[in-house]
């Protein structure tokens, strides 16, 4: 399978570049190569490039969330673990005899879940506080939140 090597992101409205005067560009084109960019402009051209149209869209640099508990995304909203008029503390005791069972299934695709929601909202980057490591679950849980990562591309 032969890999395209040159992306050419045609008509993009804005770009955010993130440099030290915080710039911004008005209806321009990008040219990638592997993982460099190599101009931002108008009118640019390359033979052989991938192209794809971004008319009328923002471009900005992947977001990073620096605080995450993926195992957490099948309990959110979920009535079952609503216990009302607790404290934190009292809640997390709760809670902990919840995610003392979960298994590296559970962990691999509430990766999963949430991963896909943080590249939704442009996130390419995140640091997971896993904590969750019961003896049934054995040490494979880290390995199924990078098999979840590799394959969505998620920066982990």
């Given at each position: 399978?032969n890999?395209v090597n040159k992306?050419?992101i045609?008509d993009?409205?804005?770009v955010?570049?993130?440099?030290a005067d915080?710039?911004?560009?008005?209806d321009?084109d990008?040219l990638i190569e592997g993982s460099?960019i190599?101009?931002?402009g108008?009118g640019?051209?390359?033979?052989g490039?991938?192209?794809?149209?971004?008319e009328?869209r923002?471009?900005?640099p992947?977001?990073?969330?620096?605080h995450?508990?993926?195992?957490?995304?099948?309990?959110?909203?979920l009535?079952a673990v609503?216990?009302p008029?607790?404290?934190?503390?009292q809640?997390?005791d709760?809670?902990?005899e919840i995610?003392k069972?979960?298994s590296?299934?559970?962990?691999y695709?509430?990766s999963?879940?949430?991963?896909a929601?943080?590249?939704?909202?442009?996130?390419?980057?995140?640091?997971?506080?896993q904590y969750c490591?019961?003896?049934?679950a054995?040490k494979?849980?880290v390995d199924?939140?990078?098999?979840?990562?590799?394959l969505?591309?998620?920066?982990?």
């Open positions: 399978m890999k992306i050419l045609k993009a409205a804005a955010v570049s993130c440099d915080d710039t911004v560009y008005r321009v990008i460099r190599l101009g931002i108008k640019l051209s390359a033979d490039a991938e192209q794809l149209s971004a009328g923002f471009i900005y992947g977001l990073v969330n620096t995450h508990h993926f195992f957490q995304t099948f309990v959110r909203n009535t609503d216990f008029n607790m404290s934190v503390i809640w997390l709760e809670i902990y995610f069972l979960i590296s299934e559970a962990i695709y509430s999963l879940t949430a991963m929601d943080l590249i939704k909202h442009g996130c390419t980057c995140a640091f997971d506080h490591y019961p003896r049934s054995g494979e849980l199924r939140q990078m098999e979840a990562a590799s969505l591309g998620m920066r982990y």
